[in-house]
C-alpha cells in the first residue's frame, strides 16, 4: 500500500511545485470594470506625476549604520533607499528600495490642486539646524534631523526626515501652515527591490494593514482610496524585502494603486502638521515581529499546496526559530539544516518503525495476495472483499506503510518555507560551491546526488508485485530529481540528508529486526 500512495503523493507535491514554479509571480487579467468609491481602471499615465528637470548626478545622502537615503539637490526628492548590509547577487550592490524610472516622481510632497499634481519649489537643506554644505552626511552616534524647506506660491511647507544611528525606520513630518493639499508620495515601488525572485508563490506589490492587524494584498489593477485611520500601515512587499508607512494616528487618506507590475501609494492631508515612519527593511523574523501588527504574515511561513495552512506556519516558525538559535552557534545555517533533519529522523523514527514494519507485513503476504488475484482475476469486488478479510484475519492495516510519510509532510512543507522564504537564508553560504542555500545548486551536484540516494532506497524498498508499479518506483527518482534541480540548494541539502538517514535506517530494520536482508 505504501508503493501504492508514494507515486501519488510525488505526483501531488510534483504538481504544486510546478504551480509554484511556473505562477510564482501575480500574473494580471485585464483590468477591471470600474466600480464605485474611488475604483477603477488605471494606466501607467496616472501614476506619473510632473517633475521638474532633475538632475540626479547632484545628490546628497543621509546615512545611518543601516540604510543611506539620497536626495536630489534640485527638486527635494528622495532617489534611493540603500540597504548597506544587503547586496544584489553580484556581493557589490547594495539592495536599493526605491530605484527611480524615467517619468515617476521619487519619494517627496507635490500638491494637488484641479488640474492634476504640482512639483513645490526647493528652497534649501539644513541638517540639525545648519544648512548642508557637503554631499554625505550621516547619522553615527545620536540621532539625526534633515529638513528640506519648500514654498508654493509663497506658502511654506517643511519636510523633516529623522534619522536614528541604527535601523530601518524613519520618521517623517511634514509641517503645512497654510493648509495646502499636500500628497506625500513614498516613491515608484518604494520597498521592492530590482532583484528578480526566483521560486516562490509570495505576493509581489501593494499591502495594507486593517486596524484588526490582519495583512491585506492589494492584487487587482486598481486605484483605490481608504479614508484617514481605516488603515494601520501601507506599502509594498518582495520576496524579501519589504517597505512601508505607519499610519496610525495620521490624519490622512490613503490612496493604493496597482498598474500590473507597478506600485504607487499616496499619502493626503491638509493637516498644519502631520508625523509619521516610513520603513524600508529585509524581511526579517525579528525585525517584523516588533513591528507592526500583521507585517509578520508577509513571511509566507504557512503555504501548502492551494492555500495557506495553519498547522503548516505553526511547525515552519517553530522550527525556524530553532534553526536560528542552532545558527547562532553553528555560523552555517547548512550545518543547522543538518542538525535539525537528523532531530526530525529522531522524532519520527517510531513512525518510521511503523511503516517499515508494514510494508513488511505486505510483504509476507504477497503470496496469499497473489493467489487471491488468480482466484478472482474477473471479479474486483470480491478480490478486494477476500483481501480485506485476510488483512483482518492477519491484523495488518494496509496503510500502516503510507500514513506515517503523510504525517511528515507538513513538516517537509514547513522546511520547504523556511528555506525558500526567509531572508535570513538570503545568501547564507555553506561548503565549498553552495555560496547560497536560498538559490538552486548552479552545477546541479545536489540534485544528482538526491536522486542516486532515491534510487537507493527505493532498492532497499520491498518490492511490488504490480509491474506497473514498479516501473513507476523506478522512474521515480528521476521525475523527482528533475522537479528538485531548480529548487533552493538548503531544501536539497535536507532531502539528501533525510535520504541518506532514512537509507540507514531502513537497512538496520530490515536486516537485524525484520532480517529480510541476510546476513552477508
Known sequence: MFKKMLPLIAIVLGFNFLLYYYFSTHNPSSAPAPVPGGKGIISSNLISVPMINDMESSLVSFSNKDIRLTFSRTSGTMTGWKLLSYFTADKKTNIDLLTSKPGFMGGGLVVRDKSGFLPLTLDHFDFNGTPISGSDISSSTQESLLKIHYTFNDHPVTLSYTLPPSGYRVGITIDNPDHLSLVFLPGLNFGMSDE??????????????????????????????????????????????????????????TEIIKDKTNSF???????????????????RYSLLKSAEPGLLDTVDFGWFLFGRITLVSFLAKFLFLFLSSLYAHMANYGFAIIFVTLLIKI??????????????QMQQLQPEIKKLQAKFKDDKAQLNAAMMELYKERRINPLGGCLPVLVQIPVFVALYNILNNTVELRQAPFLFWIHDLSLKDPYYIFPIIMGITMVIQTRLTPSTPDPMQRRIMLFLPVVMTFFFLNFPSGLVLYWIVNNLLTIGQQYVLMRYVFKTIPAK
Not at 489593477?221 to 485611520?229: G, L, Q
Not at 508625523?275 to 527593511?281: L, Y
Open 347 to 360: 522524532l519520527f523514527s517510531p513512525l518510521a518503525y511503523m511503516s517499515f514494519r508494514s510494508m513488511n
Open 265 to 283: 501609494i499616496r499619502l493626503s492631508t491638509e493637516a498644519t502638521q502631520s508625523s509619521f515612519s516610513i520603513t524600508g527593511e529585509p524581511k
Open 196 to 253: 528578480a525572485q526566483f521560486i516562490g508563490t509570495e505576493f509581489q506589490g501593494p499591502i495594507y494593514g486593517s486596524p484588526d492587524g490582519k495583512m491585506n494584498e492589494f492584487k487587482k489593477d486598481i486605484s483605490e482610496i481608504f479614508p484617514a485611520a481605516s488603515l494601520s500601515w501601507v506599502g509594498n512587499e518582495t520576496k524579501y524585502f519589504i517597505g512601508y508607512i505607519s499610519l496610525k494616528g495620521l490624519s490622512a487618506s
